[in-house]
């Protein structure tokens, strides 16, 4: 059977207001699938992906439940390269089967509509190919700085390891279909979305009477 729905990816990097995005996108009625949700779910103690993560960076990544500490795996893959790479290559493919699984259900569950994947490595993974239309939201750098050491009370010399560590907005913005920038105020970003939200009802329709 051929897809029912339409598939949009949604990426941006750390910081840039992605989740407020998908937010207002789910108010408007998209179904959203989190890859940040996805890999919480996985990273929990009784999964595979967990051992697999423990063996390759070692208990010192643990809490005192023996729960992955996300904060203390952040400060080794924020500052090594390599060590970041290597938690991509032990997560990516867990997430994109779950991933894949969500998509899957949400076909059988309805006949037409808009699922968003919001996803931070969808460009570097490639997995962006896979959708129909990308989304890439952004923001002033000095604003994505003062949101990250606020929200994960982070000093400035690690909110920009982790901002860094990331892909360039701008290689991000040059495969975008559309673009959010929520420099702004939340009305501004609200009337941006509303905007590509009313194209995308289009692209649905047109995709459905193709079928």
Partial sequence: MMNAMLHVGLTGNIASGKSRT????AELGAHIIDADLIVHELLASN????????EAFGEQILDEAREIDRKKLGQIIFFDTEKRLQLNQLT????????????FELEHEFSRGIVIVDAALMVETG???????LIVVTCDPALQLSRLMGRDH????????RMNSQ???????????????????LKQTRDQVEAIWRDLLIQELRSKERR
């Fill in 22 to 25: 998908a937010l207002l996108f």
């Fill in 47 to 54: 999964s595979k992906t967990y051992s697999k993560i423990v």
């Fill in 92 to 103: 990516h493919h867990d997430v994109g089967v779950e991933m894949l699984r969500r998509i």
């Fill in 127 to 133: 997995g962006y190919k896979m959708y129909d239309r």
């Fill in 154 to 161: 982070l000093s400035e010399k690690d909110a920009r390891a």
């Fill in 167 to 185: 892909m360039p907005i701008e290689e991000k913005l040059k495969l975008a279909d559309y673009t959010v920038d929520t420099s702004g105020t």
